[in-house]
């Protein structure tokens, strides 16, 4: 669920809906800005309509800065008994704290929440930090429930979907799930499962 620079827009808003959600992000990133206390220019103006799609965009919207964002975490962490360290690792891997994150595959905010989820979930706006985190941590949580702890399947269910690991009976041997799991493993200096390299 992860996305990389650029990916999450292309331009001509009026031809384009996922550009138009992006606009729309970027007003309720602001929103929750000043909820925080933050100064708005922070976030920086919208962006002027893009050139071209040869000129992919990077994010609409900066990360959330470290003071915002950490006590959220803490919140969650503590909210769902989830590790924070954990909680951070997922967020930097899944949109590089940028609130505003779309993903190729319809993943928003900071926690890359597929849309379904968040509605299953009870996110009322899904790039607001405060209940992208939460939901995020709670979605997290029941994975680590599902797979009994095991954090390599819930973090590639997490990344692939739960049918995904069901069906592999492990990590699925996607190239982007495996690394993903990899890369938030070592962050966190976990032990790679014993088929990571497969």
Not at 9 to 19: D, E, H, S, W
Not at 85 to 99: D, K, Y
């Amino acid at each position: 669920m992860g996305i990389a620079l650029g990916q999450q827009a292309t331009p001509n808003t009026a031809n384009n809906p996922q550009r138009a959600a992006m606009n729309k992000q970027i007003e309720a990133v602001r929103r929750q800005a000043t909820a925080l206390g933050l100064r708005l220019q922070l976030w920086g103006p919208a962006p002027a309509p893009l050139p071209s799609i040869a000129d992919p965009p990077a994010y609409a919207c900066p990360p959330i800065p470290d003071e915002s964002v950490a006590p959220i975490i803490e919140g969650a962490s503590k909210a769902q008994s989830v590790d924070a360290s954990l909680l951070r690792a997922v967020i930097g891997q899944e949109s590089a704290f940028h609130p505003c994150a779309v993903s190729s595959k319809g993943a928003q905010g900071l926690m890359q929440l597929m849309p379904e989820v968040a509605s299953r979930l009870g996110v009322k706006d899904v790039f607001d930090p405060k209940q992208n985190v939460a939901a995020g941590a709670q979605y997290l949580k029941e994975l680590l429930d599902k797979y009994k702890g095991d954090l390599s399947k819930a973090l590639a269910a997490y990344n692939a979907g739960p049918t995904a690991v069901d069906q592999a009976n492990g990590i699925p041997d996607i190239p982007e799930t495996r690394q993903y799991v990899e890369s938030i493993l070592g962050q966190l200096n976990a032990k790679p499962p014993p088929d990571a390299g497969k």
